[in-house]
């Protein structure tokens, strides 16, 4: 029964099998926009969360995002998430991009938000509590305000909001309590009038409907109320603007069951699919309604609970929804038996008719088939096509019907009946394939092409390849548009090319993934249109996924029309990549230019270097021909090659140079070397060399550029060699001279100066000494010494000294050979700079002192004075220059250099006042001076020192001299720290004399507080404490100003600690200005621990002193002395945390107590704890709570009870007020296995899944599964469960396994707890149990299937098939095919919609899992097509008789072309030829080729010769070659047969010859049109001495023949009897055209545009056939009939019998007689 059901209903997915909890599944918190996706907003978390469910893939894991919204919408589009918050300033909106991650636009809107829903996926609606606002995606905007909320609904809760598909309606719902029930109002809104109007109604849709005979759809809306009067369905047309039909209002009662007076509507979607509207009600009934009439179609309950939210489902043309259990459910039409239902159950046959029309659903053939037959019966043709129109599946729109129209007689003063009937047909839509052929030719024939044209603009026509192919013979354009809408790729290419589109015909294949003949194509193109064939064999060669056709076949294509400029660019383009593959085809294409006197094009190619794989060789070769010898050596390697193409080079007019000296790049170096080793030999043959710029230059000029160019690579060396061993001279200067700007080599440098001296070009030599940093300066030097230069030509020499620093030796040449001129002008105007150095020379050559003092005072101020006084001073010659000096001093010259020479010469100079000079002058060094006078002078080598504050010198030369007080003052007053520590570190001996005079003269002379702290500092820094203290006694201790001063007591105190202790103690007691503490810990740190508790005791610092007794002197007997001598709480607590250090529990809780201190109560516990001292801790913890009330006091005081087990004191202290952390003391009772305590606390605090597991411990399983029972926690249930069937307390766990598979996230390890143990039926039969129960877990079903497949396969399969829907299809999979269930495996496949698996399965393990009617219903369901494939071998292995019924299945979808390669691969053809033939008509070569085979293997001649003719698409070539050597004639036939299609006339003939069927050969000629092949036939016949076939060859071939030869073979062989009738004909012939001729030159001028006075047939040629003559079959003309018995006298009995159709003449095989049977040959 319920497989007649006219709807379909199931369960998609259950939301708490998501993990979503029922208590989100709620109108407040789940929002269902479209039937893609559910969102659903949790609260509960923190923070709040949104899952979004897809509902295309209802089994994968929900999308999850955390959010701090109040609420979530997903638009219908799932691109964008509204999200709604509360805020202080009102309602937050925002609109969330979910692909992009980013709010797109926010808006607070002042008032609370009652309700909002996306009206599309770019519109959400926005119902405040006043008014009703839309918000666009798109854009920046705010909400837009559309109207105002009436009053009535303002108190009403609103549950919908509607709005039909142009937003120009819109509809807002609410219900509230009235009068004991729920009334429903609506606000109705039109955009356009912007006026409302308020109706009773609870639930309303809108819906697109288009009314019978109208041309566009109307808007409805529907809506339903239920009153106190009843419940009404409404269903109005909405704003009817246009004359069309209207739609009729309806108005009809909702029936209600019994005891639902409460029920209502609460939603109402349109199923616009098959026009049912579907209205839910509160009690989870769904009604349905036909949206035309308003009838009830069905009514039954789906749901027990509320059904809240309710989309469309597009794809089944129904509805979802979901209700309060979190149940996603289906409900929608079921197309096989609605039409059915409504026919035979409601008995409403013209409804069921209505609803299939419109619908175009089964169920109403044989109603449709009557009524059609009653109104034809009555003539009524426009009611009989209205039937025919809308009749499903077309079931009456055939040829039949076409036909029976035809034959119907007109009524006159009518259209014909089948006009009326296409007429109709027109008026309601688009006409099918048959209708439109038909239609197109009755009008076609009737010259009304225009009314084609329209209807094809008006798409009312089915466009088919028969329907171009009419329109063809009419109109081009109008064929060619049905072609490409029919999608006829070959006709469609074909009229491309006729028409000359050729761009388009590459795009159109490609567009629809059409295979051309693309060389057939071409062929034509150029044959027609050279021009154009070029462009096309471009988009040929360079489509997009490589080229269409072989590029060597276009070559040669090209070639043979001699279009080289074409092919050209053809290959330029096409080889642009430069691929290594291609390498062929560059070759060719510079051998066509080279060999095709193109040379240029050739060079420019090579030159631009756009191809690199082309055979160098070939071209080379080919180049030197073509007197490219430059071309020709980029291409060669060879070295004799390249000697000899570089001399023709060099030979031949326009040398380019640049290119001749950068061919040598090229080269290697040996090869380079060898070429201009050559050249250089050659020199004499080519005197000159013509350059492309019409210059000339020498051969060796141009080696020498070459070796220039090359320097680098060749190196300079070996080229100069080069030069020197041709003994080429004259070039050898020039190479240089080019080279040598950028050489960096010396040789080259050293060789080109050399050269340039001995040509005398002194200028170049002095260039180049002057800028070159790469020659030999003393190699030079000694070369221009040596050249015996006059005195006007040592300018380079005077540069190269003075560059390179041969000052010396310049000045020995000049002064050796009286040069003296040279050395004057050398300092005075050259370099003065350099004086000292010739001052020096000219003393060490014992000059003349007074030449020398003129030559420097010459220089005056220019020469360098540090220089210079060196240069004297170490030759001992200092006073030499004094009055040169003391000018510079004058001239205020402030250098150190000069003011220490005069130092020096003063200090020698007993007369002159040295200390006065050391005083005043400030311009000498200090140290310099200093350092020439302590030899001379200490004392003024003293003052030299101190002026210049030169240390280390001074102190060097007070320790050599002894002056130890001077130093020691000099210290005292430069209280430099490092100058301390330097002297104060140097040699004991010194030192120990420099303190006594520090101690006893310079700090007592002193004043300066500062100098005396850094001295001190000094000492102290040196490590000299006894020393330092005996300096601070002095100071502080013997009565002075610095007597007391603190730092200096403190350092005194600190020395002594460091360096005496004995001295300590009396410094503490003495002295009284010192910081106490800081000293105390110093000493502390040293040690001196009674000195510390001495000080800290004298300064009463008692906490400080404790703590040396306790921390230090480690005496707790003396500290507890001390601490009850000043009975201080901060002296007892110090003491008390040293004993609780100690272990001394009980003494430092009673020094705790007695400080009264609580600060140190947590590590108090700790160690009580640690201790096992719980008797104290408690009497410690009590003291504790006196005074603070403090969480963990009071916890650890409840442990400490729980340790001791004073569960009294324990029971006292937690029933009354506390603040104690009693779940985590219990959590620690617990884990320390108290479990007494721990019961006693977790029933305190109520936690009940701890207690459960406290039980558990006890062995209480009772009172642990009543816990767990409290507890409601499926980790509790989980947790009691494991121990009682780990206990084997079944019952009590069965108890609890019920529980947790009610939660899908346990159940996993509920069955692992039962199968780690064993317990298999135990297990099942809890889950058994389980599948039965209300509100069980979804995944239950699949671990059920789980387990059976495992431990009980027997159940499996009924379980598969009973909760099929419920089952996670994949994971059971996995399970049953690793345990190699196959047929179960199958049945899973199936379920889940998996039928490619179902497929594989089968054909792997068919012994267990194939059945033939299963594998047919999936295999056309599949949604890989290679599974078809696999199937297509699976059936010819196994099932070979089936495997057609298989194809059958899968015709559509496969690749007939692979259908054929299969069955090759299993030579099984003939078992699927009757397939074949059904899908021959797609005339594909494969299945040609394969049905062809297969007759000429059965010998079946006839549907051979009917396939060929039908089905052109083959290899006819290959087919011929194949029969011409068939032992049977006919196939033989057939061969020349398709030679003949083919335009093969010589192999035609020849086989028809061969098996002498002479008419056959006849007929072959007369169809090639070809004159030589027609005379070779007759000259054949001759001389065969067949006169009989002589004379019929001439009857066949009359237009083919010429009048000579047939003359002359008949003459010369004495035929001239058969040839007679031929030549009768034609003189006849002939006479009539001269006849014809006269008659015309005979007509006037005004009568010369009339047609001749003789009628006649058209030839092909377009002449005039004299009325008697015929024209045979190769429609030229023959013999009359008036000399057909001229010439029967004259035939052989043969010919005669030739003439007779279907006759055999004896001795020429021919056509077979009907009925004969054929002969082997």
């Known amino acids: 029964m319920a497989a007649d059901l006219p709807i379909r209903f199931h369960e998609l997915i259950q939301l708490p099998s998501l993990g979503i909890q029922p208590a989100q599944c709620s109108f407040a918190s789940l929002t269902m926009e479209s039937d893609t996706a559910i969102c659903v907003h949790d609260s509960t978390t923190t923070p709040p969360t949104i899952s979004i469910v897809d509902l295309n893939n209802p089994q994968a894991a929900p999308a999850r995002f955390q959010i701090t919204a109040d609420a979530a919408a997903l638009s219908p589009d799932n691109k964008v998430l509204a999200l709604r918050k509360q805020t202080g300033e009102g309602v937050q909106l925002s609109l969330f991009n979910v692909e992009m991650q980013r709010t797109l636009k926010e808006f607070t809107v002042s008032e609370p938000v009652d309700f909002w829903k996306w009206i599309s996926a770019s519109t959400l609606a926005v119902v405040t509590t006043s008014t009703i606002y839309h918000w666009s995606v798109e854009g920046a905007a705010a909400p837009a305000r559309i109207f105002a909320r009436h009053a009535t609904l303002r108190s009403t809760q609103i549950i919908n909001y509607r709005a039909d598909s142009t937003q120009r309606w819109l509809l807002l719902i609410g219900i509230a309590q009235r009068d004991g029930r729920v009334a429903g109002s609506m606000q109705l809104y039109s955009v356009d009038k912007q006026q409302d109007q308020v109706i009773e109604g609870h639930a309303a849709a809108f819906a697109d409907f288009t009314v019978p005979g109208a041309t566009k759809p109307s808007t409805l809306v529907a809506f339903a109320t239920r009153g106190p009067a009843g419940s009404k369905l409404f269903i109005s047309e909405m704003g009817k603007t246009d004359a069309g039909p209207a739609f009729t209002k309806r108005v009809v009662d909702i029936y ?167 007429g109709a047909l027109l008026e309601r839509g688009k006409l099918n394939e048959v209708e439109s052929l038909e239609l197109a030719r009755l009008v076609l024939g009737q010259n009304r092409k225009e009314l084609v044209e329209r209807w094809l603009q008006e798409e009312k026509l089915s466009c088919t390849e028969e329907l171009g192919d009419m329109l063809r013979q009419y109109d081009i354009k109008l064929a060619m548009q049905v072609y490409y809408r029919a999608n006829v790729s070959h006709q469609v290419v074909a009229l491309f090319a006729e028409t000359g589109q050729h761009d388009k015909i590459v795009q159109y294949c490609k567009r629809f993934g059409y295979q051309a003949d693309w060389p057939a194509l071409l062929q034509n193109i150029l044959h027609t249109n050279p021009a154009a064939a070029k462009g096309f064999a471009q988009m040929l060669v360079s489509a997009e996924g490589g080229p269409l056709v072989d590029i060597n076949m276009v070559i040669d294509a090209f070639l043979s029309r001699n279009l080289i400029n074409e092919v050209t660019t ?611 913890l009590k003291m504790c709570r006196q005074k603070i009330k403090h969480p963990h006091i009071e916890s650890e005081l409840i442990y400490s009870y729980a340790r001791l087990n004073k569960m009294s004191e324990l029971e006292e202290l937690i029933s009354g007020p506390t603040s104690a952390a009693l779940q985590e003391i219990a959590d620690r009772c617990f884990k320390e296995k108290l479990y007494v305590p721990a019961k006693l606390l977790y029933m305190t605090i109520s936690n009940y899944p701890r207690l459960a597991s406290t039980y558990i411990a006890l062995e209480d399983f009772e009172n642990a599964v009543d816990a767990a029972r409290k507890a409601n926690s499926s980790r509790t249930w989980k947790e009691v469960s494991d121990c009682c069937v780990q206990a084997e307390k079944f019952r009590l766990a069965s108890i609890c396994g019920l529980r947790i598979i009610q939660h899908g996230d346990e159940i996993d390890d509920l069955i692992a707890q039962y199968e780690r143990r064993g317990y298999f039926e135990q297990i099942i039969e809890l889950l058994e149990k389980g599948v039965d129960m209300e509100g069980v877990h979804i995944s239950i079903f699949t671990l059920l299937a789980v387990i059976y497949s495992r431990y009980k396969e027997e159940s499996l399969m009924a379980h598969l098939k009973r909760f099929g829907n419920k089952i996670n299809v994949p994971r059971v999979s996995r399970i049953v095919e690793q345990n190699q269930q196959w047929r179960e495996l199958v049945q899973l496949y199936i379920q889940g919609d998996e039928f490619d698996n179902a497929v594989n399965v089968m054909v792997q393990h068919s012994a267990d899992a194939f059945d033939h009617e299963i594998f047919l219903q999936c295999v056309s369901k599949i949604g890989n097509v290679e599974f078809a494939y696999r199937a297509m071998r699976f059936y010819l292995q196994e099932e070979p008789m089936k495997v057609e019924e298989l194809l059958e299945r899968v015709r559509k979808r496969v690749d007939q072309v692979r259908v054929v390669q299969v069955a090759k691969e299993f030579d099984a053809l003939p078992l699927i030829k009757k397939y074949l033939q059904s899908v021959q008509e797609a005339n594909l070569r494969e299945v040609n080729e394969a049905l062809n085979a297969i007759y000429v293997e059965e010998e079946d001649y006839e549907a051979l010769r009917e396939s060929i003719d039908a089905y052109d698409r083959f290899e006819v070539l290959a087919l011929a070659k194949q029969l011409e050597k068939h032992e049977l004639l006919e196939f033989r036939r057939i061969a020349a047969y398709i030679y003949g299609k083919n335009n093969r006339w010589e192999d035609s003939m020849a086989l028809s010859k061969k098996d002498m069927l002479w008419k056959d050969a006849m007929q072959t000629a007369a169809e090639s049109k070809d004159r030589a092949v027609a005379e070779e036939l007759l000259q054949f016949f001759v001389q065969e001495n067949r006169p009989d076939g002589f004379a019929a060859c001439l009857y066949t071939c009359y237009d083919l023949i010429r009048p000579d030869v047939a003359l002359e073979l008949a003459w010369k062989n004495k035929m001239l009897d058969y040839a007679m009738p031929y030549m009768v004909q034609f003189v006849r012939e002939y006479s009539q055209k001269v006849d014809d001729l006269v008659a015309a030159g005979q007509e006037s001028e005004a009568d010369e545009s009339k047609p001749s006075n003789f009628s006649g047939n058209a030839t092909p040629g377009g002449s005039q056939v004299p009325v008697g003559m015929v024209t045979p079959m190769g429609g030229h003309p023959m013999m009359t009939p008036m000399m057909t018995p001229m010439m029967t006298p004259m035939m052989t009995p043969g010919m005669q019998m030739m003439q007779q159709p279907g006759v055999h003449m004896p001795g020429m095989p021919g056509a077979a007689m009907p009925g004969m049977p054929m002969r082997r040959m």
């Open 570 to 1180: 053809l290959l330029i383009d096409f080889l642009k990549p430069n691929r290594p593959e291609d390498g062929a085809l560059q070759t060719r294409l510079l051998e066509v230019n080279l060999l095709h006197n193109y040379p240029n094009v050739a060079s420019a190619i090579i030159e631009k270097g756009l191809f690199s794989h082309y055979d160098h060789k070939i071209i080379a070769r080919h180049c030197e021909n073509a007197s490219l010898f430059n071309r020709a050596l980029e291409l060669v390697t060879d070295a004799q090659d390249i000697k000899r193409l570089m001399l023709k080079y060099l030979a031949s007019p326009n040398v380019d140079p640049e290119f001749f000296t950068g061919y040598f790049k090229r080269l290697s170096i040996k090869n380079s070397m060898e070429c201009l080793r050559m050249l250089l030999q050659n020199r004499g043959s080519i005197p000159l060399v013509h350059l492309v710029n019409a210059q000339q230059t020498t051969l060796p000029q141009l080696v020498a550029q070459v070796a220039s160019k090359y320097t680098e690579h060749m190196t300079s060396e070996a080229l100069i060699k080069l030069f020197e061993e041709e003994k080429c001279y004259d070039g050898l200067y020039f190479y240089l001279g080019q080279i040598v700007n950028f050489s960096k080599e010396a040789s080259v440098h050293n060789m080109y100066i050399e050269a340039a001296t001995k040509v005398g070009d002194m200028n170049e030599v002095e260039r180049i000494v002057s800028q070159s940093q790469y020659f030999d300066p003393e190699r030079i030097r000694d070369h221009l010494m040596e050249a015996g230069l006059s005195e006007l030509q040592q300018g380079p020499l005077i540069t190269v000294c003075d560059r390179f620093g041969f000052v010396e030796e310049l000045t020995r040449f000049f002064y050796k050979h009286n040069m003296n001129q040279n050395i004057e002008i050398y300092v005075q105007q050259i370099n003065p700079m350099n004086t000292p150095q010739v001052v020096g020379a000219l003393l060490d050559l014992d000059c003349n002192e007074e030449y020398i003092k003129k030559l420097v005072v010459s220089v005056r101020q220019r020469c360098p004075v540090p220089e210079l006084v060196e240069q004297v001073e170490k030759r001992n010659r200092l006073k030499l220059i004094t009055d040169w000096l003391e000018n510079r001093a004058s001239e205020g010259n402030v250098e150190p250099a000069l003011h220490n020479a005069l130092a020096k010469i003063y200090i020698d100079d007993s007369t002159r006042d040295a200390k006065k000079f050391l005083e005043e002058n400030t311009f000498y060094d200090r140290k310099v001076v200093g350092k020439y006078a302590e030899n001379r002078d200490p004392g003024l080598a003293i003052l030299c020192y101190k002026s210049g504050g030169c240390d280390a010198e001074l102190v060097e030369v007070t320790n050599a001299n002894g002056q130890y007080k001077a130093q020691a003052r000099y210290l005292v007053e430069r209280s430099d720290p490092e100058l301390w520590a330097m002297v104060l570190g140097g040699d004991e001996i010194h030192r120990r004399k420099l303190i006594d005079a520090v101690i006893q003269t310079a700090l007592p002379e002193s004043k300066e507080q500062e100098q005396v702290s850094i001295a001190v500092k000094a000492f102290m820094n040196a490590n000299l404490p006894h020393e330092l203290i005996e300096l601070l006694e002095k100071m502080v201790i013997e009565n002075s100003q610095f007597s007391g001063n603190r730092n200096l007591q403190n350092l005194l105190i600190l020395t002594a600690i460091k360096a005496d202790t004995t001295r300590v103690l009396g410094y503490i007691n003495r002295l009284d200005a010192y910081d106490a503490p800081e000293i105390a810990g110093i000493a502390i740190d040293s040690e001196l621990y009674e000195e510390a508790f001495v000080i800290l005791k004298k300064f009463d610092k008692t906490t400080d002193a404790v703590g040396v007794l306790i921390d230090h002197l480690k005496d707790a007997s003396r500290a507890l002395q001390f601490a009850t001598e000043v009975n201080q709480p901060a002296v007892w607590s110090r003491l008390a945390t040293f004993q609780l250090d100690n272990g001394e529990v009980n003494d430092a809780i009673d020094s705790y107590i007695r400080a009264n201190d609580l600060e140190h109560y947590n590590r108090v516990i700790q160690v009580a704890e640690d201790a096992g001292n719980f008797e104290e801790l408690v009497r410690y």
């Open 256 to 422: 209600y069951p019994a005891d639902t007076d409460a029920d209502f509507p609460v939603a109402m979607q349109v199923g616009e699919k098959y026009g049912v509207l579907y209205m839910i009600t509160k009690f989870g009934y769904v009604h349905l309604f036909d949206l035309e009439t308003g009838t009830t179609l069905y009514m039954n309950r789906i749901s027990t609970e509320t059904i809240f939210v309710t989309t469309p489902h597009i794809a089944t043309g129904g509805i979802l929804g979901v209700n309060r259990r979190g149940q996603v459910l289906s409900v929608s039409v079921e197309p096989a038996n609605i039409v059915r239902y409504i026919s035979n159950t409601l008995n409403n046959v013209p409804l069921a008719i209505s609803m299939a029309s419109r619908a175009n659903l089964p169920g109403a053939d044989s109603l449709f088939r009557q009524q059609f037959d009653q109104f034809f019966s009555q003539g009524n043709i426009r009611e009989a096509a209205r039937i025919a129109a809308e009749s499903p599946n077309n079931i009456l729109r055939g040829i039949d019907t076409i036909q029976r129209f035809a034959a119907m007689p007109a009524t006159a003063g009518q259209p014909p009946p089948l006009l009326q009937y296409f």
